[in-house]
Nanobody
């Protein structure tokens, strides 16, 4: 499985961006999909995740501002990011995870920079 992330860029505080992650084949029925981020000098942390059944969960600091969704027909997962803050600046990575089979895949990362 290949994951292609896109949509990053430079935005001012309070602005919005939408990240996309296109999977090379249909996997949503088996894999939970997630967005992680890694700021310079910090570890990679989970931001949002959507299960194979469609349930979602979010890291506390993005609740109410970020929304993860998916388009099954397009094999694409999205992360809508609103009310962006400078502390959201990071490289964002798309992840596909199947814990039962201990299998996961990563996209290449897309840089989000929020200016103050």
């Amino acid at each position: 499985v290949q994951l292609q992330a896109s949509g990053g860029g430079l935005v001012q505080t309070g602005g919005s961006l939408r990240l996309s992650c296109a999977a090379s084949r249909s996997i949503f029925s088996l894999y939970r999909m997630g967005w992680y981020r890694q700021a310079p000098g910090k570890q990679r942390d989970l931001v949002a995740r959507i299960s194979s059944g469609g349930s979602t969960d979010y890291e506390d600091s993005v609740k109410g501002r970020f929304t993860i969704s998916r388009d099954v027909a397009k094999n694409t997962v999205y992360l809508q990011m609103n009310s962006l803050r400078p502390e959201d600046t990071a490289v964002y990575y798309c992840n596909a995870d199947q814990p039962f089979y201990a299998t996961q895949y990563w996209g290449q990362g897309t840089l989000v920079t929020v200016s103050s």
